[in-house]
């Protein structure tokens, strides 16, 4: 059987969605030369030898991690501080998560926004007869279960570029929701409900034990200030507040700020 | 990368020949990020995009050279005063690619 080629295995671990990094030699010796890292370690192809492709491999694996790509340079054999041979390292994640709690109207507007912007959403709400897959086609993931279980069986699979949107505004599912969310690595936690709503809810975590520094990364009311009033909108409204956090923006309107408008993101998404 | 796939797959299908073109290292304000990525075919047909529409046309000029020469070079386009880069990004940011024949 033929070996599948260097694209064929990329393409195969992307359509998978298992996370894969590519090294290219871009400048130098061997340009054109490429390396396959797969998440498990395992490697394809190589970059013309032994110890290049070890000393590559190790920074390939840190930018996979991180989810981001560049440029580095190296010896020919892989020496630090020469830069006879440059190389493109191109990270490939799976997509960020999305998991909104609370089947709710608001739900299925926050579902295509967020399918958009590539999110792998997960619905999920403990009432059955709301938590369906008809009321949410375009989801990935339709969950008829409490909040807290869900978070105990994916919440360590949760990093930063992933996000937990709370949308039942009713304590007894919010509490838990917010509570188990804050035990995981999320990067965004934003929480529904109107300012009365939120003050209750903020006494109720209070009792359940929440901390000031936790608080901090409680979103709640969620969403930016747009004078949002659909569905649509304050789902919109909602995946700004996601995007300006991650990039640390204020979100002014660009007209009244200054500098460049493709700075730098603080998170790779 | 993944969303130029399904249109790379039908002309590998097709026995077309295909250039790839990937944003390697953006200097100063650039519409797509390193990995942003641009494929094209013999008959300069595209998919994918490596910046907001500036270069893309540049882009196939070079991509058509590679798949008769078959080499293998970085391409920068961006703003400059000595008018070295014919097309620029009016953004005013530096983009280099990476264009190869897609051979592997």
Not at chain 1, 3 to 30: C, M, N, W, Y
């Amino acid at each position: 059987m033929m070996k599948d080629s260097i694209f064929e295995t990329l393409r195969e671990a992307i359509h998978q969605g298992d996370p894969i990094a590519l090294a290219t030699v871009i400048d130098g010796e061997g340009r054109g030369s490429k390396l396959l890292l797969h998440s498990d370690g395992s490697k394809s192809g190589t970059l013309g030898n032994d110890a290049l492709d070890r000393v590559v491999t190790r920074d390939m694996s840190g930018e996979l991690a991180a989810g981001q790509s560049g440029i580095r340079h190296y010896g020919v054999n892989g020496e630090a501080r020469e830069e006879s041979v440059s190389i493109f390292i191109e990270s490939f994640a799976p997509p960020p998560q999305m998991l909104i709690f609370g089947a709710v109207d608001f739900t299925a507007a926050l579902v295509r926004v967020a399918k958009v912007l590539g999110y792998h959403v997960t619905v999920c709400d403990a009432r059955a007869v709301f938590a369906t897959a008809e009321r949410f086609p375009q989801a990935d993931v339709v969950e008829a279960m409490w909040p807290d279980k869900l978070l105990e069986t994916v919440g360590a699979s949760l990093g930063v570029r992933d996000v937990v949107c709370v949308l039942t505004h009713d304590n007894k599912f919010d509490v838990p929701a917010i509570t188990s969310a804050l035990k995981t690595e999320v990067g965004y936690i934003g929480v529904m409900g109107s300012r009365k709503t939120h003050e209750n809810r903020t006494l109720r975590l209070r009792e359940a034990g929440v901390t000031e520094d936790e608080f901090q990364r409680i979103m709640s009311p969620i969403g930016l200030d747009l004078g949002a009033r659909t569905p649509e909108e304050t789902a919109i409204s909602i995946c700004a507040e996601i995007i300006a956090l991650r990039t640390g923006r204020n979100a002014p309107n660009l007209k009244e700020a200054d500098g460049p408008i493709h700075g730098p993101s603080s998170k790779s998404i | 990368m993944k969303e130029i796939f399904a249109d790379i797959e039908k002309w590998k299908k097709d026995n077309k020949k295909i250039a790839l073109a990937r944003v390697v290292k953006v200097e100063g304000s650039g519409p797509r990020d390193p990995g942003a990525s641009m494929a094209v075919n013999e008959n300069g047909e595209i998919a994918g995009s490596v910046s907001g529409g500036c270069v893309e046309g540049a882009v196939v000029s070079e991509a058509l050279e590679i798949l008769q020469t078959g080499e293998r070079k970085i391409v920068t386009f961006g703003y400059s005063d000595d008018e070295a880069y014919a097309v620029g990004l009016t953004c005013g940011g530096i983009i280099h690619l990476y264009i190869e024949p897609l051979d592997w």
